[in-house]
């Protein structure tokens, strides 16, 4: 079992910035997948970012250019900083720590994100 706390939501105005942390209590060196996922209202939950193996990272079309997901694996921390931000980007902001590929992955609480003026 990993335990996950996601951190750092807020409200923030168009164009803004805000960086998301995801600490986990388990090592996540070598884990399978690391990904940042949002649930709008009314809308069905969506990859935003997720880093595969390390070494592959995908974005959704909508964020590209805009968000950069990374790690700190001496902290076993996930990051989203997110730029630019629009106020479709509003949503709950939720970690996924999947450790293989057969597990289907530890979700964390969430952190709401709001982009208003």
């Known amino acids: 079992q990993v335990r996950i706390v996601e951190s750092g939501g807020g409200l923030v105005q168009p164009g803004g910035s805000l960086r998301l942390s995801c600490a986990a209590s388990?090592?996540?060196?070598?884990?399978?997948?690391l990904g940042w996922y949002r649930q709008g209202p009314g809308e069905q939950r969506e990859l935003v970012a997720a880093?595969?193996?390390?070494?592959?990272?995908n974005y959704a079309n909508s964020v590209k250019g805009r968000f950069t997901i990374s790690t700190d694996n001496a902290k076993n921390t996930v990051y989203l900083q997110m730029d630019s931000l629009k106020p479709e980007d509003t949503a709950v902001y939720f970690c996924?720590?999947?450790?293989?590929?057969?597990?289907?992955?530890?979700w964390g609480q969430g952190t709401q994100v709001t982009v208003s003026s």
């Open positions: 880093i595969t193996r390390s070494t592959i990272i």
């Open positions: 996924n720590i999947r450790p293989t590929i057969t597990t289907p992955g530890y």
């Open positions: 388990a090592s996540i060196f070598r884990i399978y997948e």
